[in-house]
């Protein structure tokens, strides 16, 4: 079986709940039907019963919608389990949908029996921020959370319109997984902060991925998509669109380049397999089975790699571009929604999860990365290995950078998933490429 039957990536749940281009667009972009208006910041929020009706009723109960595997959903649990017993006068009804996680929210919400409290990734804060379905948090957040606690760049892709919509939960960056044992074979020293990249001399990296490939392996993959391909963007000084949002800019120099150095990667240089070398098998297997020696991806793929017998792997940051050091923000989120009539009871289940109990346990369970500073440089935290360099989720994080999005993320994604595999199979240029992707993203835009 490959690794990919045994984990789930960030896109592959995206494409999991149904989010295809015209599907996503149809459900999660119609208007909620019967949905209250958020209440802006500042304004009074929905009150609950008086403390004399709920000890009539006993404890308020919430619901919480969330996506989760069988070992998140046991974490979730546990989590709940604790926060009930500190909290008594509230139940949590925790509700995990078998399939299409998105179109069950947006049915609830349109059916007005939105749950009270539901999980939130954050390349879909413009889609539902936009319909007002999520209240503003900033007033919960500067009363009871102190910041200076958290890696603050971890709450940025959380806004919208300069509210605060979710509180993060978790994280996830973007690092370069290697293979020890490749490395020490072809004398190559480890990955570390010295590395370098360019895409006009290659630098450190392409140095080493060149050394580490020979018949039947290579240096370098990805899995190719929007977020390991972002930093390549960002540290070559490109990105995705203008400066607000309103343009895509596939077409800038540097965007081209960052992109050019990838693709270069497959074709010229032949560091990375291509979709044909590959044969039906994906990175993640092909690092498992030492056919590939760096393999970039989030700590999602750490509980897969601890279990290779035999894998002697590490992790290390990304190479530092021309234009510095970036790594694209993973994770999730907890928002409250405007139907919810137990808003405050719902606020303390979301900030629960940001407390030492669930973040520690949201560490061990190294699907993400736990947000709290004290928990990230623990020495329970720092000691579970593999890998030895724990300490790297943390530096990550002082280079986080969401992922710029708009109303219309899943079409502009198909575009851009499909022209820049006609990139990476060597079909099209990356200049022919990135002037079709700017054309067809701008008419979406401008819908």
Same mark, same amino acid.
């Given at each position: 079986?490959?690794?990919?039957?045994?984990?789930?990536?960030?896109?592959?749940?995206?494409?999991?709940?149904?989010?295809t281009a015209l599907g996503v667009m149809a459900a999660a972009c119609a208007a909620p039907q019967a949905a209250p208006a958020a209440p802006a910041a500042g304004e009074a929020k929905p009150k609950e019963k008086a403390p004399a009706e709920k000890a009539a009723a006993g404890p308020t109960e919430i619901v919480y919608l969330t996506w989760a595997g069988p070992e998140e959903l046991k974490v979730m649990q546990t989590i709940t389990k604790a926060f009930e017993e500190a909290t008594p006068d509230v139940k949590v009804k925790i509700e995990v949908p078998p399939q299409n996680y998105w179109d069950k929210l947006q049915t609830m919400v349109a059916g007005g029996v939105a749950p009270d409290m539901f999980r939130m990734d954050y390349v879909y804060m413009a889609v539902w921020g936009s319909k007002g379905v999520p209240i503003p948090l900033d007033d919960y957040i500067q009363a009871e959370i102190d910041k200076s606690q958290f890696y603050e760049r971890v709450f940025l892709g959380y806004q919208y319109q300069g509210k605060q919509l979710a509180l993060p939960q978790d994280v996830n960056?973007?690092?370069?997984?290697?293979?020890?044992?490749?490395?020490?074979?072809?004398?190559?020293?480890?990955?570390?902060?010295?590395?370098?990249? *360019? @895409?006009? /001399?290659? $630098?450190?990296?392409?140095?080493? !991925?060149?050394? &580490?490939? +020979?018949?039947?392996?290579?240096?370098?993959?990805?899995?190719?998509?929007?977020?390991?391909?972002?930093?390549?963007?960002?540290?070559?000084?490109?990105?995705?669109?203008?400066?607000?949002?309103?343009?895509?800019?596939?077409? *800038? @120099?540097? /965007?081209? $380049?960052?992109?050019?150095?990838? !693709?270069?990667? &497959?074709? +010229?240089?032949?560091?990375?397999?291509?979709?044909?070398?590959?044969?039906?098998?994906?990175?993640?297997?092909?690092?498992?089975?030492?056919?590939?020696?760096?393999?970039?991806?989030?700590?999602?793929?750490?509980?897969?790699?601890?279990?290779?017998?035999?894998?002697?792997?590490?992790?290390?940051?990304?190479?530092?571009?021309?234009?510095?050091?970036?790594?694209?923000?993973?994770?999730?989120?907890?928002?409250?929604?405007?139907?919810?009539?137990?808003?405050?009871?719902?606020?303390?289940?979301?900030?629960?999860?940001?407390?030492?109990?669930?973040?520690?346990?949201?560490?061990?369970?190294?699907?993400?990365?736990?947000?709290?500073k004290s928990v990230l440089s623990s020495e329970e935290f720092l000691k579970s290995v593999p890998p030895e360099n724990n300490k790297v989720w943390g530096q990550t994080l002082e280079w986080l950078r969401p992922m710029p999005v708009t109303t219309h993320f899943d079409q502009v994604d198909n575009i851009r998933s499909t022209e820049l595999t006609e990139v990476w199979t060597g079909r099209k240029s990356v200049d022919d490429a990135c002037q079709a992707m700017d054309k067809q993203i701008n008419d979406v835009l401008a819908s």
């Amino acid at each position: 079986m490959s690794i990919s039957k045994r984990y789930m990536s960030r896109r592959d749940f995206l494409r999991m709940s149904g989010l295809t281009a015209l599907g996503v667009m149809a459900a999660a972009c119609a208007a909620p039907q019967a949905a209250p208006a958020a209440p802006a910041a500042g304004e009074a929020k929905p009150k609950e019963k008086a403390p004399a009706e709920k000890a009539a009723a006993g404890p308020t109960e919430i619901v919480y919608l969330t996506w989760a595997g069988p070992e998140e959903l046991k974490v979730m649990q546990t989590i709940t389990k604790a926060f009930e017993e500190a909290t008594p006068d509230v139940k949590v009804k925790i509700e995990v949908p078998p399939q299409n996680y998105w179109d069950k929210l947006q049915t609830m919400v349109a059916g007005g029996v939105a749950p009270d409290m539901f999980r939130m990734d954050y390349v879909y804060m413009a889609v539902w921020g936009s319909k007002g379905v999520p209240i503003p948090l900033d007033d919960y957040i500067q009363a009871e959370i102190d910041k200076s606690q958290f890696y603050e760049r971890v709450f940025l892709g959380y806004q919208y319109q300069g509210k605060q919509l979710a509180l993060p939960q978790d994280v996830n960056s973007q690092v370069l997984f290697y293979n020890k044992r490749l490395f020490d074979e072809a004398g190559v020293s480890y990955p570390d902060e010295t590395w370098k990249w *360019d @895409p006009e /001399t290659g $630098g450190d990296f392409l140095e080493a !991925a060149k050394k &580490l490939t +020979k018949e039947k392996q290579w240096g370098y993959s990805q899995d190719w998509y929007w977020e390991p391909i972002s930093p390549w963007i960002w540290e070559n000084g490109g990105d995705w669109y203008n400066k607000d949002h309103t343009k895509s800019t596939m077409s *800038d @120099p540097k /965007t081209k $380049g960052g992109l050019q150095f990838l !693709a270069d990667l &497959l074709l +010229k240089y032949e560091v990375s397999p291509t979709p044909a070398q590959m044969s039906g098998r994906d990175a993640p297997t092909l690092f498992g089975t030492g056919n590939i020696a760096m393999y970039q991806s989030g700590r999602w793929m750490v509980p897969t790699f601890r279990a290779i017998e035999g894998l002697e792997w590490d992790v290390a940051v990304l190479p530092e571009g021309p234009a510095g050091r970036w790594t694209t923000q993973g994770g999730t989120g907890s928002c409250i929604s405007n139907q919810s009539k137990h808003p405050d009871a719902a606020w303390k289940y979301a900030k629960w999860y940001v407390g030492e109990m669930a973040q520690k346990l949201i560490g061990k369970l190294a699907f993400s990365t736990p947000i709290l500073k004290s928990v990230l440089s623990s020495e329970e935290f720092l000691k579970s290995v593999p890998p030895e360099n724990n300490k790297v989720w943390g530096q990550t994080l002082e280079w986080l950078r969401p992922m710029p999005v708009t109303t219309h993320f899943d079409q502009v994604d198909n575009i851009r998933s499909t022209e820049l595999t006609e990139v990476w199979t060597g079909r099209k240029s990356v200049d022919d490429a990135c002037q079709a992707m700017d054309k067809q993203i701008n008419d979406v835009l401008a819908s």
